[in-house]
């Protein structure tokens, strides 16, 4: 029940800061997604520093979605802005492998008197982000309380073990956890947590995989009732996500070793958190210069016409 209780604040705390966030830029963001896409890579350059703001992929995969279905966004714009807030959402877990636990309390209080006393409404927004910050952390830390309970159990260790001894089994996990809580901030910060002492980085990389195989469900839910051109927005998604996964679990073992040589202080969730960005980063430098090909082969997939 910790574990549920933390991870409701957490979801709850990502949810109204990314509202937060959203409210405070106004329609700058909007406008540096339709203006900044000139080129594949200025696009992807675009969905990082949004979902970098934003602290969520949902959130700007939802958006363009919902641009190209208005119409203000075509398919070779939106392909690569997708492709980016895959690596915008890995700042979220690159934060929370930092020690930031003495800073909640002190955070939630003053983000809720600064709301008091401020008059702007971006002010208002700002301070609204700052707490819910908070909250996610505050998410995060009963999370981790309840670790040592977890890794203690026989049954979780199975479980870990399974996951770690069948790779696909763990790419499955992930991507239910994923699908569940439509968010693969909150599972990979929940890795972060309870992996240590009972799972190690190859064990805890295809459960990663799964996270970003899980995340693609958003996007085809709101696309369902969109455009054609929205929903093959949606299945580049798809498509990028579940061939990186692909090539990555076949690598795991190489990956797992470069991750640790990457993070010398062997710290397990600065290990996942850089192993995370690390394969986002890889799978949009491998899929950019093919975006034609994903804009053709998506197009095909879902033809005009009934």
């Given amino acids: 029940m910790t574990v549920l209780g933390g991870l409701a604040i957490f979801l709850y705390g990502m949810q109204t800061m990314t509202d937060a966030l959203r409210d405070a830029a106004g329609d700058k963001m909007r406008a540096l997604l339709s203006a900044a896409t000139g080129t594949p890579l200025a696009g992807a350059l675009a969905g990082a520093v949004v979902t970098t703001a934003l602290q969520s992929s949902s959130a700007v995969t939802v958006a363009v979605l919902g641009f190209v279905s208005a119409g203000l966004m075509d398919l070779d714009r939106a392909v690569p802005v997708i492709f980016g807030a895959n690596v915008g959402t890995t700042i ?58 977890f890794t203690a159990s026989p049954r979780f260790a199975g479980l870990m ?111 996942i958190a850089n192993a995370h960005t690390l394969f986002n980063a890889a799978c949009v430098i491998a899929w950019l210069p093919l975006t034609r090909i994903m804009v053709r082969l998506v197009t095909k997939a879902v033809p005009d016409g009934k």
């Fill in 92 to 149: 979220t877990a690159q934060l929370l492998a930092l020690d930031l636990d003495g800073l909640v309390y002190p955070l939630l209080l003053v983000s809720l008197l600064t709301r008091a006393l401020v008059r702007s409404d971006r002010g208002k927004a700002l301070a609204l982000a700052a707490f819910s910050f908070a909250l996610l952390l505050e998410g995060i830390r009963l999370m981790g309380s309840a670790a040592a309970y």
């Fill in 161 to 271: 073990a399974l996951a770690g001894e069948k790779p696909l089994a763990g790419l499955a996990l992930g991507a239910s956890m994923t699908a569940l809580t439509q968010s693969s901030s909150a599972t990979v910060a929940l890795l972060q947590r309870l992996a240590p002492g009972a799972l190690d980085l190859a064990g805890a990389i295809p459960i990663l995989l799964g996270c970003n195989v899980g995340t693609t469900v958003t996007g085809l839910i709101a696309a369902a009732g969109g455009s054609r051109d929205a929903k093959r927005v949606a299945l580049a998604h798809c498509i990028f996500n579940l061939t990186g996964a692909a090539v990555f679990l076949l690598l795991t073992p190489a990956f797992a070793r470069l991750v640790t040589f990457l993070t010398p202080s062997g710290s397990a969730a600065r290990q």
